[in-house]
């Protein structure tokens, strides 16, 4: 009995002493001098994980990380994906990060105040992409965000979150308009909210922006802002790429604001959550006019000879620049 009891003990200490040195080794730092990203594609096997991770430096020893894979019982949970390694992390650092699914998510921006053409080409120009865009979407149609992907993830897919995230943010807010806003429709609301997200990249001012085209609405006055002109000359698929002249304003169109009553048939861009908001709740004002101030603000005035005031003091800024 003693003879059969100390091969086993042996073995056992072996075994133990083996499972030791395998978790002091898997837990130094590793050889990873700068950060490095990985594709695990689907159904990969831990050899093949193994070669990968090793030819990216990210590991010097495929067989221990393959080793303690397996007696960890992880081999077969390792989720796809795309991965960003750190300097220096250890072969415990790298199998948990697969376990776990920690996988690299991208962002995509889309900026406020863009057509939705010039969102579409952002989104075409995002090389982790992949497919083409065939899912349709119109003016006003996409929230400016920015967006999680993971590398591979198709365009419409995209396009599909930003419509999504849109209709979620009119529907909050045009549950909570204000009643004294003369909007009919949710349409309505990010017509006027596209006017003023392009009229003013001041947060502050939005409220004010919005209150003096809500007031001109009230009062059945025509809105006479430039941005609406500028989408009736370029029809929103190209940068005017000049300065708006007097004859521009002549330009026949549903959109130009000083031909025109009312809002126009269309959103001009896709504007953002504070720009919506602003729309059917703006500051309370008597403000009817509004023009740059030079610094890159507005200043509002309730009559138009208070107007002339400021766009005679804006002239003057002009020419001192």
Known sequence: ??????????????????????????????????????????????RTVAFMLDEAGIIDNPLLLRLAMRLNGTDKRMKAGEYRFEPGISLRGVIHKMVQGDVFFRRLTLPEGLTTRQMLEIINGESMLSGEITETAAEGDLLPETYSFSRGEQRNDIVRRAKAAMTRVKQEAWGKKDGNVPLKTPQEMIILASIIEKETGVPEERGLV?????????????????????????????????????????????FNTYKY???????????????????????ISDYLYFVASGDGGHNFAKSLYEHNSNVAQWRKARKRQ
């Open 210 to 254: 919005a209150s003096v085209f809500v007031n001109r609405l009230k009062k059945g006055m025509k809105l006479q802002t430039d941005p609406t002109v500028i989408y009736a000359l370029t029809k929103g698929e190209k940068e005017l790429g000049r300065a708006l002249l007097k004859k521009d304003l002549d330009v026949d169109s549903p």
């Open 1 to 46: 009995m003693k003879k059969l009891f100390l091969p086993v003990a042996a073995v056992l200490v072996i075994l133990i002493c083996g499972v030791y040195f395998v978790q002091k080794k898997i837990e130094r730092p590793g050889p990873l001098a700068t950060e490095a990203y990985v594709v695990i594609p689907k159904g990969t096997s831990s």
């Open 261 to 283: 009553y009312g809002l126009p048939p269309a959103p001009i861009c896709n504007p953002g959550r504070a720009s919506i908001e602003a729309a059917v709740n703006p500051e």
